[in-house]
């Protein structure tokens, strides 16, 4: 018989531990400094301390099968036996490694974002020919681990259709395949998987599906009725609960309803309890908390939603929206915010607090205002109308920034920054704590600003950056510049694999009180006669990878960071630099998952870049920059924003931007060296994927730069690669010439 689900519950938590110590570990075991041993007991100790933390902020019903080395959707890959043949070298932890980082040799798979947010997923490689064979030793492990300490917990695992629908063809698949036409097979590793869940006594298992709150096709849906029929009807098997995130599930919902599955989770955040009456007879997760935001939950508004999908729905559990990844764990270790502000944030800890209490509202049914909940108060904001005026037709521009800066045909240049030492990044945290001065610490930054122009001069690039050596991230610091951001010192949110950040949070209006980046910009330029870029992070990136203000549109809050990049980038060009990288990495990110609202924010996101860039003159060279978001399904908005030069990730995905480019009309910078793995490009490799960028950007027109910035690399690795980049650059220059 069917056990009840928990009265609360969460659908995820973060996994990198409260001080990155799985970082830690996995950079050490990376490195050789640290055995396989170390890692796996740091992985042990961190899953044990959030259960049992869980379990003491009284949450009934806990997760597991959370945890990752690098990535769920990878996990899950592994779990279905989908391990191309290329990377099964060594044991399985190689193996797993290999195909999120590379090897010796060997690319690893594609990443790209997770849905509109800034975690980063592997992408699988699935093929008619792929072999499935069922893994089921990570999510048994973890049940047992939870058991052995005396607590009960649910296997939160990817659905079979989100997982197909997020994969891509293997490279040598017939023309017109898609991983979904896998999906029986798919569905019968499942199936083996729910048996030994049940024999190993399992109650529920929690099937993720935030592919449904996309537009789907009609055969799409019917791949969720065939699945979750399937699974459904099974005997042996523990409850399912189906769960969807990210908005909402529209017309999958009835398929989801009509299917033999107990559970159904929403997020009633980003989404609405419209149709919600389909799911009478089964429970319904409320996802009233939101897993994507660190502000308090309006309890009055959350218990009032609550009671109303009971009424309609009958069983409602109380959930966050989606998993906690996306958030830190816990507000009251940052001491350091002013205590108004603090009051008014909830991270991980906190939110799972306000499930465990609506759960007991909801269980009382209380009426009228909630105790020691204070009204929301109106914030006062600024608010007006920007028009760009335009800058010259590129045509003109691209003349005139060719007399100006004099570049070789396939111009080298990188993204922005290079290693950020563990040198530069003790002395920033001493300079924090008061341990050393600030001539001291800038005299640091200026050697290694003179060390990187050296480099790239030596090495022979043609266009330079200044390495960024001062910014600890490339949208904090210019959140600790800029009145309305708070900054934490513990807020780490994981993006990919050992790569955490720690979002600014956005709760003001933006204004710059002064200049952020002339003065480096300045005294780098001044070592070198060949052009600096200017480094600056576009508006649409700074607030997507901010935590945002909730009582403002977004596309006003844009716009006010816009105004302060726009004055940024005159008082760049006053102070004689010529070329201007405005980066807009999150542009494709924060693109809304249903096509009816993607035309209106594309509008307002380019008009906001083109505002803050519009001011420059037609001799500065305007470039941006976007990385690992798969940029080529927007490039008609790309090209909108009307950039001199614009650089794409195209190494890692094997030039995949460059089938959909087309006649793109300004300068164009695919990436030839990805620097998310360790692997150094032979100069042939890189020589062979500039010939393939050839075939569709014209030589005048193509720049040659790697995916993305340095500051993850060692500088051993660098300087060979950017030596590799040189050579095939003018390999090709002087065949072209």
């Not at 050789?32 to 869980?54: F, I, K, M, N, V």
């Not at 064979?133 to 048994?140: F, G, I, N, Q, W």
């Not at 060390?451 to 960024?468: F, W």
């Not at 209006?509 to 002064?514: G, S, T």
Request: hydrophobic share 45%; proline share 6%; aromatic share 6%.
């Amino acid at each position: 018989m069917t056990s009840s689900f928990p009265a609360s519950t969460v659908l995820g938590y973060p996994r990198i531990g409260p001080d990155r110590e799985l970082k830690r570990a996995l950079e050490a075991y990376w490195e050789g400094r640290a055995s396989r041993e170390d890692l796996e007991e740091t992985a042990r100790r961190l899953r044990e301390d959030t259960w049992r933390r869980l379990a003491a902020l009284g949450l009934e019903g806990l997760p597991s099968n959370t945890f990752s080395y690098y990535d769920q959707v990878l996990d899950t890959a592994v779990l279905l036996g989908a391990v191309p043949e290329r990377y099964r070298h060594g044991d399985d932890l190689a193996t797993y490694f290999a195909m999120a980082r590379g090897a010796e040799g060997i690319a690893p798979l594609r990443m790209t974002k997770w849905f509109d947010t800034n975690y980063h997923y592997i992408v699988p490689e699935i093929g008619p020919d792929t072999v499935f064979s069922l893994d089921a030793a990570k999510p048994l492990a973890e049940v047992r681990e939870a058991r052995a300490l005396g607590l009960e917990t649910r296997p939160v695992l990817v659905g079979p259709v989100t997982f197909l629908l997020l994969s891509q063809a293997a490279p040598d698949s017939p023309g017109g395949f898609a991983p979904l036409d896998r999906l029986d097979d798919v569905v019968e590793v499942y199936a083996r998987l729910l048996a030994e869940l049940a024999a190993e006594g399992v109650g529920w298992v929690q099937l993720d599906e935030p592919a449904l709150v996309a537009d789907r096709t009609a055969a799409e849906l019917a791949a969720v009725e065939t699945a979750y029929g399937r699974l459904g009807r099974l005997e042996n098997r523990p409850a399912l609960l189906v769960t969807s995130c990210f908005g909402d599930l529209g017309d999958a919902l009835p398929v989801l309803a009509g299917t033999p599955v107990e559970a159904v989770g929403l997020d009633l955040v980003r989404g609405t309890a419209h149709g919600v009456d389909a799911l009478a007879g089964k429970t319904v997760v409320a996802g009233v908390v939101s897993g994507r935001d660190v502000w308090r939950t309006d309890r009055d508004r959350a218990l009032a939603t609550l009671l109303a999908v009971r009424e309609r729905a009958g069983r409602v559990v109380v959930s966050t929206s989606c998993s906690l990844l996306h958030v830190p764990y816990d507000v009251e270790r940052e001491t350091g915010l002013d205590p108004a502000l603090r009051g008014r944030l909830a991270f991980a800890e906190q939110k799972v607090a306000e499930v465990v209490e609506l759960a007991a509202l909801l269980a009382a049914a209380p009426g009228g205002r909630l105790p020691g909940h204070p009204a929301a108060q109106d914030r006062p904001h600024a608010s007006r109308v920007r028009t760009a005026e335009g800058r010259a037709p590129y045509a003109v521009r691209a003349a005139a920034q060719a007399e100006h800066l004099k570049l070789p045909l396939l111009p080298v240049t990188t993204i922005g920054s290079f290693p950020q030492t563990g040198e530069l990044r003790r002395a920033r945290a001493a300079l924090a704590a008061g341990e050393i001065g600030e001539a001291a610490y800038e005299s640091m930054v200026r050697a290694e600003i003179e060390r990187v122009i050296a480099l790239q001069e030596r090495l022979g690039l043609d266009v330079l950056v200044h390495g960024e050596p001062e910014r600890n991230d490339m949208v904090q610091y210019f959140a600790e510049h800029l009145d309305g951001f708070a900054v934490t010192r513990h807020g780490w949110v994981q993006s990919y694999g050992s790569r955490c950040t720690r979002p600014p949070i956005l709760h003001g209006d933006v204004r710059r009180p002064e200049p952020i980046t002339v003065r480096w910009a300045r005294y780098a330029q001044s070592l070198t006669s060949k052009p600096v870029k200017g480094m600056l992070t576009g508006p649409v990136t700074i607030v997507a990878w901010s935590f945002v203000r909730d009582d403002l549109p977004l596309r006003e809050v844009v716009f006010q960071v816009a105004d302060a990049v726009r004055e940024e980038v005159g008082d760049l060009e006053e102070a004689g630099i010529r070329v201007i990288q405005v980066d807009e990495p999150a542009l494709r990110e924060l693109v809304p998952l249903r096509r009816a609202e993607q035309a209106a924010y594309l509008e307002w996101a380019v008009a906001a870049y083109r505002w803050a860039t519009s001011g420059a003159s037609e001799r500065t060279q305007i470039h941006t920059h976007l990385c690992y978001s798969d940029a080529d399904q927007i490039l008609a908005a790309i090209d909108a924003l009307d950039a001199d030069v614009t650089s794409i990730e195209s190494a890692r995905s094997r030039g995949r931007v460059l089938g959909a480019v087309g006649a793109f009309p300004r300068g164009l910078g695919p990436g030839v060296y990805d620097i998310h793995s360790p692997r150094v490009p032979g100069a042939d490799e890189v020589e062979h994927l500039l010939a393939e960028a050839l075939r569709t950007v014209p030589a005048e027109r193509l720049w040659v730069n790697p995916d993305c910035g340095l500051k993850t690399r060692s500088y051993e690795q660098v300087e060979a690669a950017l030596a590799n980049v040189v050579e095939a650059a003018a390999r090709l220059r002087e065949r072209h010439s």
